[in-house]
């Protein structure tokens, strides 16, 4: 508008008012001093605005999670720009997403909204994604800040962390995508981090945020996650998402708890970033967005088992189809992720559509029950055919709850009836995550099916007949059992101990070397692509390496080939993973084409985290791996990095991180050690809005609370609800100030705090009776 800052031109109670939501979706205008609003709407597969409560039909993409098998960022370019054309559309000016946690165990429901259990290539992803939605004018959030890596009690879990971990693995692709990407907006988790709540951490939001890497947007709180406004606001934590109640931070204001400069510099950061959206009238082409979305999903499609080359079919093959997934597919999960999909297609219907011939039987019901009839009849038609399709998979996966890791038993059971019925089954399998394929040994082929969007069906039918070769490669470990660490999780909503430090995915497997069912980086096309002249030069004057090879596609279709370059420290004293990736290519190559590739690293990306002295590269040797997977090791090369090495020799300390096997599981003594603390769980006797229900029953206004959410929230589990923060309670009938007066009074129940909460009551009916009239005379 002008030189002025909008602090400036705006009064208290327009400042106190801008650092929280409009309602649910946009922040609030103050047009006639020249702050619009901004309007957000969540992502990540397709855009999801919620409009007069009902959710807008857009092309559904396939989940980040699948399209990190691409390895291919600029296809991630690709969809980010659908993406952003969708949101222009929409006049919808951030996307809340891409979510860029590093997976942590197979079990976390959102993990089909994450990228990778590697932080570089989910930072890289990332990139591409959040270049494509920025590229149209449009704002992208990266979330969620930080180490929410799991579902269970995510409303108050304490992730406890340690520093090097946090660094080299849970930190390090928002660093990176902050850095490189520059996104408009980060969210902040719900959980707490190290005893203190993300959405009021200076050392996130703060010192690593801004500080250290720069950050120039928005920090906003994820959806209802702030326990504290006011010490959000002091931490960093520009805004509060949804519309929340604002006394506190007014009165905050007055008795100097929050300084005027404070908010300030929140209110400033939310108008200038609402003065970078200008929203403009464009159209969009559905059907074209459904074609790319049938393009992505082709390009991400991982095949790792393929015996006697099975696929691809030929369409003259005497076919059977099984599965009930073949007919209704899972192609993307549910919670805040869910599209209202375009046009949702099926293998069947693409099959019909390609002309082949097959038949038909569904196999399995819905859920986990065995239905005799269907079993039989899934039987029947294997045997009649030489070919079986069979799609399998597990209900859609959803934010708040954990996954189970195992298919359901009745599927179990036709799997294992097909494959001994016919000689020759290819599995399809749909999930959101890795899954228990135990049973692979007894089937011919497998295609790993992420959830591939609303075209997966056109995309899996072109792959299995060879229209397309799969170059889809995992971005995630496939294991053949979890660790034991991993036990751990979703046993205790308080707290999640990370005990495994930075043994995360692939990390921990190579270095224990434990065997699992596919390693990260797998996946197979159709047909020869050899490797050779694989050589490596030592680091030049700027650390730079580079690693060159030649590919060439033996095989008479055109092929994908994903060169993976992984690292490891051979003379430093500290513990490291046996492997780490440290660069990728997707090459295209065309039928007997020949092709030379470069893979550049510079000896920076080495450096490990230490809490004394931060960043420091160790001088000495490095193996370096060009290689197909992870534990692909025909291309060892070996170069040596200038410098000291000081790291210092832990082992006597901390033998299980020296040792690490597929016993590893550090006791919390040694888990100490390494954080250079002791750990508390988190708890108080006081109650706040913070504490769950299951720990405010011994009051009367707590007993009564939980039963009427039980009753509210009858859709939910118990078990889910029990754990939830009484924050999470306030909706139309119970305002913010009728839940601090009731906490009041369940602290200390004195006639004093019984009449507050009978005026907060009292007002809070008014008030709701006012907006409804105020509706009515809208509505009329
Ligand atoms: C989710 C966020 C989402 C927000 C808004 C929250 O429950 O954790 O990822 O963006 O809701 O829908």
Redesign the pocket.
């Given at each position: 508008m002008d030189e002025q800052r909008a602090s400036e031109r705006l009064t208290a109670e327009e400042k106190v008012a801008l650092q929280t939501g409009d309602g649910?979706w946009n922040t609030h205008a103050f047009l006639q001093k020249g702050v619009s609003s901004i309007r957000?709407s969540?992502g990540p597969l397709g855009l999801?605005k919620e409009q007069d409560g009902a959710i807008v039909p857009a092309v559904c993409f396939p989940s980040p999670s699948r399209i990190a098998c691409s390895f291919d960022p600029s296809l991630a370019r690709d969809l980010g720009q659908a993406l952003g054309e969708q949101c222009v559309a929409e006049q919808v000016d951030v996307l809340?997403?891409p979510?860029i946690n590093v997976k942590r165990t197979p079990l976390c429901g959102?993990n089909f909204?994450y990228f990778s259990e590697d932080p570089l290539l989910t930072a890289e992803m990332a990139c591409g994604y959040i270049e494509g939605v920025q590229s149209q004018g449009v704002g992208c959030?990266v979330?969620?800040f930080a180490c929410?890596n799991q579902e269970y009690g995510?409303y108050v879990c304490d992730s406890v962390v340690d520093d090097r971990a946090l660094r080299e693995i849970y930190l390090s692709a928002f660093e990176r995508v902050i850095k490189n990407a520059k996104p408009s907006m980060v969210?902040c988790?719900?959980n707490r981090l190290n005893g203190e709540y993300c959405s009021q951490s200076k050392f996130l939001l703060t010192d690593l945020l801004r500080d250290e890497w720069g950050f120039e947007g928005v920090a906003v709180s994820?959806?209802?996650?702030t326990d504290d406004r006011v010490k959000g606001i002091c931490a960093g934590l520009d805004l509060e998402?949804?519309q929340g109640d604002t006394s506190d931070v007014a009165r905050a204001l007055q008795n100097g708890t929050l300084s005027e400069a404070e908010l300030d510099r929140a209110v400033d950061r939310i108008a200038e970033l609402s003065e970078k959206f200008t929203r403009k009238q464009a159209g969009l082409d559905k059907n074209k967005q459904h074609k790319l979305a049938a393009r992505l999903a082709e390009e991400s499609l991982v095949l790792v088992k393929n015996s006697c080359d099975l696929l691809p079919l030929a369409t003259t093959d005497d076919i059977a189809v099984i599965g009930r997934l073949a007919e209704q597919p899972v192609y993307q999960g549910e919670?805040?992720?869910h599209v209202n999909a375009y046009k949702p297609d099926s293998l069947l219907q693409a099959l019909a559509e390609s002309k082949v011939t097959f038949e038909y039987a569904q196999g399995y019901g819905d859920g986990n029950k065995d239905d005799a009839e269907l079993l039989e009849r899934a039987i029947a038609v294997a045997e009649r055919h030489s070919r079986v399709i069979l799609v399998v998979g597990a209900a859609a996966d959803a934010?708040?709850f954990d996954r189970q890791w195992s298919l359901p038993q009745n599927q179990l059971r036709v799997i294992e009836a097909v494959s001994a019925a016919c000689p020759n089954v290819v599995v399809v399998l749909q999930c959101g995550a890795a899954t228990d394929v135990r049973w692979v040994n007894g089937v011919k082929a497998l295609l790993i099916d992420y959830y591939g969007g609303e075209a997966s069906g056109r995309a899996l039918c072109n792959v299995l007949f060879g229209k397309a070769a799969p170059s889809g490669r995992l971005a995630e470990s496939w294991p053949l059992s979890l660790p034991r660490w991993q036990q751990g999780v979703g046993a205790d909503f308080r707290q999640v101990q990370y005990v495994e430090s930075g043994f995360v995915g692939y990390r921990y497997y190579a270095t224990a070397n434990c065997p699992v069912a596919f390693p990260f980086g797998y996946g197979l096309g159709y047909g020869k692509i050899e490797w050779s002249d694989v050589a490596v030069s030592q680091p030049d004057k700027k650390g730079k390496i580079k690693v060159k090879l030649t590919l060439t596609n033996k095989s008479d279709v055109k092929q994908a080939e994903v060169v993976q370059l992984y690292y490891r420290n051979d003379d430093g004293r500290g513990f490291y993973p046996r492997k780490n990736l440290a660069a990728f290519r997707k090459v295209k190559l065309g039928v007997g084409q020949a092709r030379s590739v470069t893979l550049e690293i510079n000896v920076k990306q080495f450096a490990s985290y230490d809490t004394a002295n931060g960043w420091s590269v160790n001088g000495g040797k490095y193996t370096l791996w060009a290689a197909r997977h992870v534990n692909d090791e025909a291309f060892p090369l070996s170069v040596t990095v200038d410098g000291e090495n000081n790291t210092v020799d832990l082992s006597a300390e901390l033998p299980a991180y020296y040792n690490v096997d597929e016993d590893f599981c550090p006791t919390q003594k040694q888990f100490e050690q390494l954080l250079g603390r002791e750990i508390v769980l988190p708890h108080s006797n006081i109650i706040t809005v913070s504490t769950p229900l299951c720990e405010v029953t011994h009051t009367l206004i707590g007993r009564i609370m939980f039963k009427k959410a039980v009753e509210i929230g009858k859709q939910y589990p118990v078990s889910f609800l029990r754990i939830l923060p009484l924050r999470m309670l306030v909706c139309d009938e119970l305002s913010r100030e009728m839940l601090v007066a009731l906490i009041a009074c369940m602290n200390k129940p004195s006639p004093k705090n019984i009449v507050k909460c009978l005026k907060a009551v009292l007002k809070h009916r008014k008030e709701r009776k006012r907006a409804a009239e105020v509706a009515d005379l809208a509505d009329n």
């Open positions: 649910a957000m969540d999801r809340l997403a979510g959102r909204e959030c979330k969620h929410n995510r969210m988790s719900y994820d959806w209802g996650a998402m949804p919670g805040s992720a934010e708040a």
